[in-house]
């Protein structure tokens, strides 16, 4: 009797798989949460992180998926100012997703500060001239903007009619204040004078770039999933239009990085040059991201190579693969390279290295996990 269930159709193994995929984020959640309540009596000590290398894998998280929120308003232009209907279906789904990020930044940063409660001071005793102030504005804006505009056309959609008239205001608000998020954040690392790395005025545009690159394909990749486990189809365009997007935005982001080693190699102004040498090929011996980032490197000159061409783009499972390629990609080199890159060496030119710890490594996985909780839910609904 029991090989019966071993039985089904697509349908059937879909909802075993989904079943399956909520178990396995509620477990590796309870693990990130124990770990983290034994973070949060012993101290950010159990951590890698340092005095020399105050950020690590948190603020990694952190800075990536902000971008990955960011980039729902790709979809939001083409379709609101440019009536592109192809996105009809699927910006539902990058709203839900720019959701899921913004939650997942905000539990990075309570996991970064120890103290969670330590939140408060902004909020008690704001200081505008801080860009963390600013940073923490934007930031719940934009989610309770999403939240609105989400649940308003997807109540729209269900309901096969327009949706309200008040919602159109909100959504030519979200385009402007999705730049703002991430410019914001680039402007964190920007405004800090002391590291070379960050010093340039085109960290926000690298910042735009690379989000417009990773939240696409990111949300290619879940469309596919969803494609393939449910009746519930976002449009092989659309699909497509999205893969012309992370192609072109990967490209520019790919040529905003050559300027900045142009910029640091030709000057040769050795605090500048010191953090890319350290991340490529190390310096007095060290260098425990230089294989992370060469893998990113070649990662996305692969990616841009089956993206840019037709035949490869339009092939699903390419598509899917080089999806996943640009996601890895800018991961590594806007998260551990760019925020641990900064802080080696330190000002006094001595080297700090940082790896993340298992309970650093623990509770990332389990806010990963809550982010991925989130989307799944969502989307079941839009479904």
């Not at 490197?297 to 996943?324: C, D, F, Q, S, Y």
Request: with cysteine; hydrophobic share 55%; net charge positive.
């Amino acid at each position: 009797m029991f090989e019966k269930a071993l039985i089904g159709n697509r349908g059937y193994w879909g909802w075993i798989a989904l079943l399956l995929s909520i178990a396995l984020l509620l477990s590796v959640m309870t693990i990130g949460f124990i770990t983290y309540l034994r973070q949060l009596n012993y101290g950010l000590g159990i951590t890698g992180m340092s005095r020399d290398v105050s950020w690590g894998l948190y603020i990694a998280q952190f800075t990536f998926l902000v971008g990955v929120a960011a980039s729902a308003v790709m979809l939001i232009i083409p379709y609101y100012l440019h009536d592109y209907k192809k996105f009809g279906k699927i910006i539902i789904l990058g709203e839900f997703l720019a959701i899921s990020a913004v939650v997942m930044c905000m539990l990075f940063v309570f996991a970064d500060l120890g103290q969670p409660f330590r939140v408060l001071n902004i909020i008690l005793h704001p200081t505008p001239s801080s860009i963390m102030f600013w940073d923490m504005i934007v930031l719940n804006g934009y989610l309770l903007l999403n939240i609105i505009i989400g649940w308003a056309v997807l109540s729209a959609e269900r309901n096969d009619v327009s949706p309200p008239g008040w919602v159109k205001p909100l959504i030519y608000l979200s385009i402007p204040w999705a730049i703002s998020i991430h410019t914001v954040t680039a402007f964190l690392y920007a405004g800090l004078p002391g590291r070379h790395l960050w010093l340039t005025a085109i960290m926000a545009p690298r910042f735009l770039a690379s989000a417009f690159a990773s939240g696409p394909a990111l949300l290619i990749i879940l469309c596919l999933i969803v494609r393939r486990i449910t009746k519930f189809d976002p449009g092989n365009e659309a699909i497509q239009t999205l893969g012309k997007i992370v192609t072109y935005a990967m490209i520019i982001n790919i040529f905003f990085f050559a300027l900045e080693l142009f910029t640091v190699f030709y000057s040769k102004i050795p605090g500048h040059t010191h953090p890319f040498k350290y991340l490529f090929f190390g310096i007095e011996g060290q260098g425990k991201l230089i294989p992370w980032m060469w893998t990113a490197a070649l990662l996305a000159i692969a990616a841009i190579i089956l993206l840019i061409n037709p035949g490869t783009r339009k092939n699903e499972n390419i598509l899917m693969a080089a999806a996943v390629g640009v996601f890895i990609s800018t991961w590594i080199d806007k998260g551990m390279g760019l925020v641990v890159g900064g802080f080696i060496p330190n000002p006094f030119e001595e080297i700090t290295e940082y790896l993340p710890t298992a309970p650093e490594v623990l509770i990332t996985l389990g806010v990963w996990a809550a982010g991925l909780l989130i989307i799944t839910m969502f989307y079941k609904i839009t479904v």
